[in-house]
Each structure stands twice: as C-alpha cells, then as structure tokens.
C-alpha cells in the first residue's frame, strides 16, 4: 500500500512585506520535522513542491535533516490560495502585502486583529455570492488541488510513498474531498493545522483512506514551543 505525506509549510514571516519566507522558527520545525520522518524510517519515491518560496524552504530544511539532497518536482497545482487578493475583497488596500502588515502592526495584538479580518474574508471568499470578483474562485481553488492530487495518486506506484510540501489551505481541501466536509468544516480545519504538520494518506486498491490528520508530535514535549499555526 501507498502513502502520500502532506506537509504543510513552516511558520512563515508574519506581518513582513514578504510574509512568503521562512522565519527562523519555520526554518527549525523544517529540521525538526525531517529528523521525525527519519526515524519514522519514511524513504520517499517522489518528492513534489508547490511553488511558494515558503514550501521549497521548508523541504529544503527537512531533506537535508534526512541527509537528502533538495531535489523535488514543482508542481503549482500545489500552491495555496492568494491571500491578498481574498484580502482585498473586504479592503482593495490589501493586495499589497505592505498595507496589511502596516495595519496590523497599528493592534495591540497584531496575529489575533488578523485572525479576525482574515477569518472575515475567508468567508466572503467561499461564498456562493462572489465567486466571479475573485482571480482564482473558492470552487476553483478546490478544483485545483483535487487535481493535483488526482495527478500524483496515478502515478503512484505500489508501496511508494510521496512528500508534498504545501499550505494549510491545500491540505483542507483534500480532506474535504476525502471527509466529504462542509466549505464551513473546511475553513475550521485550514485554521487549526499546524506549521510543519504531517497529514498521512494511505493509497490501496479502494483508492485513498486519510490515516491521520494534522500530526506534529514532533513539537510536543520540550519542543512545544515550536507549535505555531500561522
């Protein structure tokens, strides 16, 4: 039987006019996560990226903490969601990375003033109600990843495993498809997955099974300082 490890970023730079770069915490759960899969003895066949800069830091950190070199596939159809242009559907200003960073900053607790507009565009965003104001819709967002899934589940072959290193967002909406979730349960999930997280499935004759959700064990214990979500 296969198995497919999705592995969602490291923390990246919150609240940077590039938050698409690894911070020194993101770069720590990286190697921490890539010292987990070793001795979780996970060899992979293949190897696939998504194209954010965030993602190939991340894989970067966790192969070379497998003794790997940083060779992968770049696969887009991996790629999170543009969170600014869904920002933008509350403010136009937040297209620009600047304008939310230099909001945020103005809050006495600048993540949970994010959290808040963010979990408030989110919403907007999957709506039935404004899906054509958007450059990529919620329902082809999802579209998106469940073909990128589709891709590599075919090419698969028996008792190989794959790494893919991509977003919160990407790896809801394979649950979604997997769980048969609500767009609401989706969105609960996206916000609650954690930097470096592992979610497994296992790819059989009846097709794909999620064995476990969200695992970052790795980061328990006297690393639970490395539990970040955002």
């Not at 770069?27 to 921490?32: A, H, L, M, S, V």
């Not at 190939?56 to 600014?84: F, I, K, M």
């Not at 476990?212 to 690393?223: D, I, K, M, R, S």
Request: proline share 2%; with cysteine; glycine share 8%.
């Amino acid at each position: 039987m296969g198995a497919i490890y999705l592995i969602r970023h490291g923390q990246a730079s919150f609240a940077a006019a590039d938050y698409d770069d690894l911070s020194e915490v993101g770069r720590e759960q990286g190697r921490i996560l890539g010292a987990a899969l070793t001795a979780r003895q996970v060899e992979p066949s293949i190897v696939i990226c998504g194209g954010m800069r965030r993602h190939a830091q991340t894989a970067t950190e966790c192969l070379a903490a497998q003794s790997r070199e940083p060779v992968w596939e770049l696969d887009r159809g991996w790629d999170e969601y543009d969170h600014n242009d869904m920002l933008a559907g509350l403010d136009p200003r937040y297209r620009e990375q600047t304008a939310v960073a230099a909001d945020m900053l103005g809050h006495v607790d600048p993540r949970r003033a994010f959290q808040q507009i963010f979990e408030r565009a989110m919403a907007r965003w999957v709506s039935d109600d404004f899906h054509d104001e958007y450059r990529e819709s919620w329902p082809a967002f999802c579209a998106r990843i469940e073909g990128a899934l589709a891709r590599l589940v075919a090419r698969l072959g028996k008792s190989q495993s794959a790494l893919v290193f991509t977003s919160g967002g990407a790896i809801s909406v394979v649950c979604r498809q997997l769980l048969g979730l609500s767009d609401t349960r989706t969105l609960m999930l996206s916000a609650t997955t954690a930097n470096a997280s592992v979610t497994k499935m296992l790819v059989g004759g009846r097709g794909l099974t999620l064995s476990t959700l969200n695992e970052h064990a790795h980061f328990e214990g006297a690393l639970k300082h490395l539990i970040t979500y955002r």
